[in-house]
T-cell receptor, first 116, second 115 residues
Framework: GNSVTQMEGPVTLSEEAFLTINCTYT??????LFWYVQYPGEGLQLLLK?????DKGSNKGFEATYRKETTSFHLEKGSVQVSDSAVYFC???????????????FGQGTILTVHP | GAVVSQHPSRVICKSGTSVKIECRSL??????MFWYRQFPKQSLMLMAT?????????EQGVEKDKFLINHASLTLSTLTVTSAHPEDSSFYIC???????????FGEGSRLTVL
């Protein structure tokens, strides 16, 4: 079956530091890949996504590239801010437009804390 | 833009009672919705796929008699936790496929606390 593995947290950084959160996956076929962010007490917000190999998703300074050869979708940001403190989830879904699209398999989540 | 709304956002109930959580697509029709459960400090686990006009498809290990899902209209899916117990306390989140292929929208989540 499908699975997603994220680097274990928590991750603690100083403001303006470089962020990488690793994510690797196991799936059949060509899944769509996502990064979601969850702020304390809130639901999920889509941060970025990529639907095919070599696609790069980007949003709010965050980036992730769909690497099929390494089955990875690592999240990066060049300069983090205190407001980026949250839990980040990597997830995959079946092919966009397919019957399994939307059934997400989530990684375990990575807690990011950014200090001033 | 398209929005998915959940209600209630928080609910506290006594053990043994049933609780209904609504997931509503506000400006689009959602034939397929999904229900997830999130334990404190843990990831989200898919519970079931809700299909408008047909029975929900439950994931392995999820008790269908315990977690009743109804998708009676194109904009509303409900999750009823029957005879709730403290171990059912959790954060429940729904999502819906959007009108455009590849779109997926999440509700704000509903926190259930069973005393």
């Amino acid at each position: 079956g499908n699975s997603v593995t994220q680097m274990e947290g928590p991750v603690t950084l100083s403001e303006e530091a470089f962020l990488t959160i690793n994510c690797t996956y196991t799936a059949t076929g060509y899944p769509s890949l996502f990064w979601y962010v969850q702020y304390p007490g809130e639901g999920l917000q889509l941060l970025l996504k990529a639907t095919k190999a070599d696609d790069k998703g980007s949003n709010k300074g965050f980036e992730a590239t769909y690497r099929k050869e390494t089955t990875s979708f690592h999240l990066e940001k060049g300069s983090v801010q205190v407001s980026d403190s949250a839990v980040y989830f990597c997830a995959l879904s079946g092919l966009s437009g397919g019957t399994s699209y939307g059934k997400l398999t989530f990684g375990q989540g990575t807690i990011l804390t950014v200090h001033p | 833009g398209a929005v998915v709304s959940q209600h209630p956002s928080r609910v506290i109930c006594k053990s043994g009672t049933s609780v209904k959580i609504e997931c509503r697509s506000l400006d689009f029709q959602a034939t397929t919705m999904f229900w997830y459960r999130q334990f404190p400090k843990q990831s989200l686990m898919l519970m079931a796929t809700s299909n408008e006009g047909s029975k929900a498809t439950y994931e392995q290990g999820v008790e269908k008699d315990k977690f009743l899902i109804n998708h009676a209209s194109l904009t509303l899916s409900t999750l009823t936790v029957t005879s709730a117990h403290p171990e059912d306390s959790s954060f429940y989140i729904c999502s819906a496929r959007g009108p455009v292929a590849g779109e997926l929208f999440f509700g704000e989540g509903s926190r259930l606390t069973v005393l």
